[in-house]
């Protein structure tokens, strides 16, 4: 079973960048969500075991990029231009599919303990 953590969250304000990754024990596909308090988790980018796909919510396209780092198979998740609401918990999981983007809660497998992303406007 592949182990993910997430880590680089924390306190930024409005219009601030982010940068968050995923550790994972072996190259995978992986997704990253989100939680909001008293929402629903939400899909908010992925991408491929290779690294050539990826795939993103309307809400983040232009801002947010996935990446893989080759070296330690990492999964990063750099946030640009952030906003209130993109104010989470945010999660990376893998997919059920190893040849899929995990890109809704249904094809996620494993999970992450997530990390805080606080956006102060």
């Known amino acids: 079973q592949v182990q993910l953590v997430e880590s680089g969250g924390g306190l930024v304000q409005a219009g601030d960048s982010l940068r968050l990754s995923c550790a994972t024990s072996?190259?995978?596909?992986v997704g990253w969500f989100r939680q909001a308090l008293q929402k629903e988790r939400e899909f908010v980018a992925g991408i491929s075991w290779t690294g050539d796909s990826t795939e993103y919510a309307e809400s983040v396209k232009g801002r947010f990029t996935v990446s893989i780092d080759n070296s330690d198979f990492s999964v990063a998740l750099q946030m640009n231009n952030l906003k209130p609401e993109d104010a989470a918990v945010y999660y990376c999981a893998t997919s059920r599919s190893a040849l899929s983007i995990p890109t809704s809660l249904a094809k996620a497998a494993h999970w992450g303990r997530g990390t805080q992303v606080t956006v102060s406007s």
């Open positions: 072996r190259r995978t596909a």
